[in-house]
């Protein structure tokens, strides 16, 4: 995925003073996801010489007002009741930015993704499934909920109690239920709640059979998982047999998993908390059984990104007519950020006067920018 980040310069050349008037947001619009009928407020404010106005666009088509929608005194777009898309009109989702000009030119903001809450229906349902006793179970169930559904478990309609160590919730709706009993027998089900709705899955019957030898087997094993730095990663290894196997980590390139952050789910499941770029890689998980060289292994591959952060802003300056301006703009990030340039809120386009360098500097060669 291509990451995008804005370097501005917010004054003309030329002209004197414009250090102490060129425009600053103090406040930008922020991703948001709305439910239907609610208000919703996307905020806007600027600082810098007055007279100040501040318009909206939306999806880069200006945004027209109405008594649903207003542009408040402080440059807040308020929005009374946040529509579907109907017959005849557009839906209120879409990408918000602000602009502000003033004398000395225009400042726009960065663009804000405007989402309507929802919850379809379950598109993985939990499924049936037999076990020893003193075994393990597995169920998932996923949905595509607009903010991500809360998943919680029920057995036989009552809600399961998960302080229970022997029940284990993993992100994407898994359940894992270790050291299986006859108790743990009965009907299971999920149910997704998020501010748009509430649904419930299929259900799943749970029997618990007598034990007999079993030789290990991994139900279910790591995924390829791609997350930001500072974030938690879980992955997934439940393992079955009799005798119960033993789960261990390790990591393909023969490094150390080390141990601070690091944590262990249920009976075999990897949690790192806080990773960095070095935790990125191959993930080994291998069950064995006890006393023996009995192995099964998954792998699963971890990828660790780091957001657009600038190291360097371009600084206003003033110039006289007929000189050269140089702005330079350094960003750093896991992919490499691609940066682009914006006056006045429209995209640069390099010219006979206007020149991009590989080290992203801006370069102005005439006495009119």
């Known amino acids: 995925k291509t990451l995008w980040r804005v370097c501005e310069f917010r004054c003309q050349l030329g002209i004197s003073g414009c250090l102490a008037s060129e425009l600053a947001f103090l406040q930008e619009p922020s991703d948001v996801i709305a439910v239907r009928d609610h208000p919703l407020m996307l905020d806007c404010q600027v600082q810098g010489e007055e007279p100040i106005m501040v318009t909206w666009r939306k999806n880069g088509v200006p945004l027209p007002t109405s008594p649903r929608i207003q542009v408040l005194v402080n440059g807040t777009l308020f929005i009374q009741s946040f529509q579907k898309r109907k017959e005849g009109s557009d839906a209120d989702t879409g990408e918000y930015e602000c602009a502000a000009q003033n004398r000395y030119g225009m400042l726009v903001s960065r663009k804000a993704r405007v989402q309507l809450a929802s919850l379809p229906k379950f598109h ?10 003193g075994g393990v179970a597995r169920f998932q169930c996923q949905i595509s909920g607009i903010p991500e559904a809360n998943i919680t478990w029920e057995r036989d309609r009552v809600p399961l109690n998960t302080t229970d160590n022997r029940y284990t919730l993993l992100p994407m709706g898994i359940l894992q ?8 027998a009965g009907i299971y089900r999920c149910v997704a709640t998020n501010p748009a709705n509430t649904r419930y899955s299929h259900e799943a019957v749970l029997n618990i059979t007598g034990g ?3 030789e290990p087997v991994i139900l279910s094993g790591p995924q390829n998982l791609t997350i930001t730095v500072h974030q938690t990663a879980i992955l997934e290894c439940i393992a079955t047999g009799n005798p119960r196997p033993i789960v261990s980590w390790s990591r393909l390139d023969g490094r150390s998993i080390g141990v601070e952050g690091i944590q262990v789910l249920g009976t075999g499941n990897l949690m790192i908390s806080d990773v960095s770029l070095q935790h990125s890689g191959v993930y080994v998980c291998a069950a064995n059984r006890p006393g023996t060289r009995m192995r099964r292994t998954a792998l699963g591959r971890l990828v660790v990104q780091a957001p657009p952060e600038f190291l360097q802003w371009p600084q206003s300056v003033s110039k ?4 050269s301006a140089v702005f330079t703009c350094v960003a750093q990030g896991v992919p490499e950020p691609h940066l682009i340039w914006l006056k006045n809120g429209k995209v ?3 010219g006979h006067n206007v020149k991009l360098t590989n080290n992203n500097r801006f370069e102005d060669h005439t006495d009119v920018l």
């Open 177 to 184: 239920v270790t050291g299986a009993r006859r108790t743990d």
């Open 212 to 214: 007999t030898y079993k």
């Open 124 to 133: 993985t349902h939990p499924v049936s499934m037999s076990v020893n006793e």
């Open 348 to 350: 640069l386009i390099p």
């Open 320 to 323: 006289p007519a007929g000189g």
